[in-house]
Structures are given as C-alpha cells and as structure tokens.
T-cell receptor, first 114, second 111 residues
Framework: DAGVIQSPRHEVTEMGQEVTLRCKPI?????LFWYRQTMMRGLELLIY????????DSGMPEDRFSAKMPNASFSTLKIQPSEPRDSAVYFC????????????FGPGTRLTVT | TQLLEQSPQFLSIQEGENLTVYCNSS?????LQWYRQEPGEGPVLLVT?????EVKKLKRLTFQFGDARKDSSLHITAAQPGDTGLYLC???????????FGKGNQVVVIP
C-alpha cells in the first residue's frame, strides 16, 4: 500500500506569494493531520480533520493559514501571503483512529520563503 | 497543553555502546508512541505502549512506559550506525485523537 503522499517535496517562494501544499492520506484512514516542524519549536500540530471535517484548528498560527479537505483522499494547506518566518518542513499524517492513535507521516514539504 | 520533555536533546556514542533516552511529562497519557525520524524524511512509528509499566522490545530497542503513564524510556543495546536519527515521543490524550510530541532526542552513532 502507498503511504501518505505529499507534494511538492520542496518549495521556494518569495515573501507575499501564495503557497499550496498537498496531501493524499492512506486509503481508509479517517483522520488527517497537518504539522509544522522547526528546530526551535519541534513538531507542532496545525490542524486535524476527522472524516473530512476540521476538528481542531487551534494550532493554525494566523489567518494567513487555511486548510481544506474536500474529500477523503485529498487535503491542502494554503499560506497566503507567505512570510520568511513560515519557512519550515510541513508534514501531513493520517490515522485510523481507535484507542492507540497511531499516525503515519508523509515525507514532508520543505518550504523556504525568501 | 500537555508538554513532553525529552532528554538528552543530543547524544553521540560509539558503535556497540548502549544508550538510554527519556521522555517525561506531568500529564497522564492513554498511550505513548515512539517515532524515529531520519534526515529529509517523516517520522516513522516504532512502537506504542498502552499499559502502565509495560515493556516492549523491538530487536535491540527496549521501550518502557512508566507505572503512572507519565513517562517513558528508550534503551538501545549495542547501538549501530543505522540507529542514528531523531527519536520522538508522543502522548495521546484520553478520547482525543491528537498527539502531543516532544522535541526529540537526536542520537548519533559513530562507526
């Protein structure tokens, strides 16, 4: 089975531009999570979905960030406008749920905003 | 917000040596997971511990969940260069599918 798929793997953009990150979760997984990882702050949860519905977006840093999950096999994280401090690695993860909450991560998108 | 503190942050050892890293919190978790992350990749799940006092072994890796379900340790026996990576612990709250991650233990095994 294919794991979690993310695209692009690398993104370099200029400040003020719109950035869209994409994720395809593992088929059959009900939960989808977006994380951001930096050296300073580690792995931070931005938002997560259950059955395509956003459950907790308290980790989304600002209104510049938005996430959608139009169907069970696709999600996007958009940053508009992007700023240099958004530079980080963004991970998508999916989970079956259940009592152990095990998550499966994609390879990540390394975002650099200049 | 549940905080997980991992120590030491960085550890460098020679191949063949043993090591132990720790994950501590003041919160109680329903389960705790350990992940390993290699450069340029996402975290990969190693193990989930559920019961207080539980010990799980994965080849040369031994994971223990504290009796009070607030802390955990990872012991590696006879470390190999392939064990190099960032080890992340993550705690699950009761009835909540989100995980709280620590910042990780960076382990480097020198050949």
């Amino acid at each position: 089975d294919a794991g979690v798929i993310q695209s692009p793997r690398h993104e370099v953009t200029e400040m003020g531009q719109e950035v869209t990150l994409r994720c395809k979760p593992i088929s059959g997984h009900d939960y989808l999570f977006w994380y951001r990882q930096t050296m300073m702050r580690g792995l931070e949860l931005l938002i997560y979905f259950n059955n395509n519905v956003p459950i907790d977006d308290s980790g989304m840093p600002e209104d510049r960030f938005s996430a959608k999950m139009p169907n069970a096999s696709f999600s996007t994280l958009k940053i508009q406008p992007s700023e240099p401090r958004d530079s980080a690695v963004y991970f998508c993860a999916s989970s079956l749920g259940g009592q152990t909450y095990e998550q499966y991560f994609g390879p990540g998108t390394r975002l650099t905003v200049t | 917000t549940q905080l997980l503190e991992q120590s030491p942050q960085f550890l460098s050892i020679q191949e063949g040596e043993n090591l132990t890293v720790y994950c501590n919190s003041s919160s109680v978790f329903s389960s705790l997971q350990w992940y390993r992350q290699e450069p340029g990749e996402g975290p990969v799940l190693l193990v989930t511990v559920v019961t207080g006092g539980e010990v799980k072994k994965l080849k040369r890796l031994t994971f223990q969940f504290g009796d009070a379900r607030k802390d955990s340790s990872l012991h590696i026996t006879a470390a190999q260069p392939g064990d190099t990576g960032l080890y992340l612990c993550a705690g699950a709250d009761y009835g909540n599918n989100r995980l709280a991650f620590g910042k990780g233990n960076q382990v480097v095994v020198i050949p």
